[in-house]
Structures are given as structure tokens and as C-alpha cells.
């Protein structure tokens, strides 16, 4: 099991960065986790280009999406159109990965008690 584990992880670019933005922000390679802080106002998250991100894994929390504004996540999906998704309720986050020519997107609504 173990050695499935690295055998996963070495494959595959893993980012470490936690980042808190509290206006529109532009994902960066590095991220991981990106903590949207919508208290102030809505805003708009953008993934980066799938080509260069293809591997790695995002992770968008917004933990007021309901109490305050809506974030909203925007990328390239499947099809090869620009796709958005709202994050829209308190503690709404949405997981989100390349292979290289889209990025997709796993969304999880309440996901932190």
C-alpha cells in the first residue's frame, strides 16, 4: 500500500501553499488551498491554464459564502469553455484538477462542520 502511495505522489506535482484572498485573485502553480474570504465583498477565483497546471490539485474554501458574497471559481473545463462555479454557501468548497487540456472540478457543499 505504502509503496502505491509514492508510486501516486511521484507521478503527480503536489503544491503546498495555503493562501487567503479577499478580492479577485489569480491561482498560482504553488497554491494548494486557497481560502476566500468573501466578508467584504463577491469575487471571482481563476484557475490557471490547465496545460501548465496538468497534475496538480486545488482546493477553493469559502467559509462565509453564504453569510457574505459569493466567490466565484472560473476555468477552463472540459469542453474547452470558460466554466464558473459559485460558491455560494458558508463553508462551500470545491476541489479542482488538471490533466493538462481541462481542468475539473469536484464541489462540496457544507464540507467543513
Not at 497546471?53 to 469542453?79: M, R
Request: glycine share 6%.
Amino acid at each position: 500500500m505504502v509503496g502505491s502511495i509514492r508510486a501516486l505522489f511521484s507521478r503527480h506535482k503536489v503544491a503546498t501553499r495555503i493562501k487567503t484572498v479577499v478580492d479577485t485573485y489569480q491561482v498560482l502553480l504553488s497554491d494548494c488551498v486557497i481560502i476566500a474570504d468573501s466578508t467584504a465583498k463577491a469575487f471571482t477565483v481563476t484557475m490557471p491554464d490547465p496545460g501548465e497546471a496538468a497534475g496538480l490539485v486545488f482546493t477553493v474554501h469559502a467559509p462565509l459564502g453564504s453569510t457574505q458574497d459569493t466567490v466565484t471559481v472560473s476555468y477552463k473545463g472540459p469542453t474547452g469553455a470558460a466554466v464558473t462555479l459559485s460558491l455560494d454557501a458558508d463553508n462551500d468548497a470545491a476541489m479542482f484538477w488538471s490533466d493538462g487540456v481541462a481542468i475539473f472540478a469536484f464541489h462540496y457543499e457544507h464540507c467543513i462542520a
